[in-house]
């Protein structure tokens, strides 16, 4: 059974930096893909990252270019979202997902979800 735990979110003044991690159980991250999603109260949850483990393939969603980087995490087995100059509209519940057959942006092809971890950007 595959789990995905997100930690690591929490209140930060806008222009600050936070990391996201996720932990994955149940199965290795090689040859995985891989995202980062958020969702911010009223609306739908969207694309953030994603990534291919093996080879480090990233895309990111315009909103966050430059300033989040997808990345596998140090510890075996997680995965990593470095978020710097942070800004109030980047406050969501941020979610960590996997499984995917796809190199794809859509949530519905990501089989596996952790329980999301909230991030507060205040200005």
């Known amino acids: 059974q595959v789990q995905l735990v997100e930690s690591g979110g929490t209140l930060v003044q806008a222009g600050g930096s936070l990391t996201l991690t996720c932990v994955v159980s149940?199965?290795?991250?090689?040859?995985?893909?891989m995202g980062w999603f958020r969702q911010a109260p009223g609306k739908e949850r969207e694309f953030v990252a994603i990534?291919?483990?093996?080879?480090?393939?990233?895309k990111y969603a315009d909103s966050v270019k430059s300033r989040f980087t997808i990345s596998k995490g140090i510890a075996k087995n997680t995965l990593s979202l470095l978020m710097n100059n942070l800004k109030p509209e980047d406050t969501a519940v941020y979610f960590c997902?996997?499984?995917?057959?796809?190199?794809?942006?859509?949530?519905?092809?990501?089989?596996?979800w952790g329980q999301g971890t909230q991030v507060t950007v205040s200005s």
């Open positions: 997902a996997g499984g995917s057959r796809y190199f794809t942006t859509d949530a519905k092809y990501y089989a596996y």
């Open positions: 149940g199965q290795t991250l090689s040859s995985r893909i």
């Open positions: 990534l291919i483990t093996n080879d480090a393939t990233t």
